[in-house]
């Protein structure tokens, strides 16, 4: 009656191992893996084509801002852009809110 208390150890006098370090970190190195080739490194490379496009930008360019605005740039100096939105309607933004080149539709 009492010898099956005495043996129940859960197996560990039978040979079973502690999981080694490795065993716990190959996992999370996977995991970090995965998300960087999912997440970090698709936007790392938005920020850059982002920059470049701002660098590149000029007079007569027609863009669009973060919050929706079309315009056609004025003047443009390191931080400040002025578009103009309207006929002799002009705004000064931030060259940090220009989102995109505006889609020119040409008159048929």
């Given at each position: ?14 040979g079973q ?21 999912v ?43 002025t ?16 989102a ?9």
């Amino acid at each position: 009656m009492w010898t099956g208390i005495a043996f129940a150890d859960n197996g560990a006098s039978q040979g079973q191992q502690q999981p080694s370090i490795f065993d716990f970190l190959l996992p999370v190195v996977i995991i970090f893996l995965v998300f960087y080739f999912v997440v970090l490194r698709p936007q790392q490379k938005r920020v850059r084509v982002q920059k470049d496009f701002l660098s590149k930008l000029k007079s007569g360019d027609e863009i669009v801002t973060a919050s929706g605005i079309h315009g056609k740039i004025v003047s443009i100096t390191d931080d400040i852009a002025t578009i103009e939105i309207a006929n002799n309607v002009r705004i000064k933004i931030e060259r940090s809110s220009i989102a995109a080149e505006a889609k020119v539709q040409k008159k048929a």
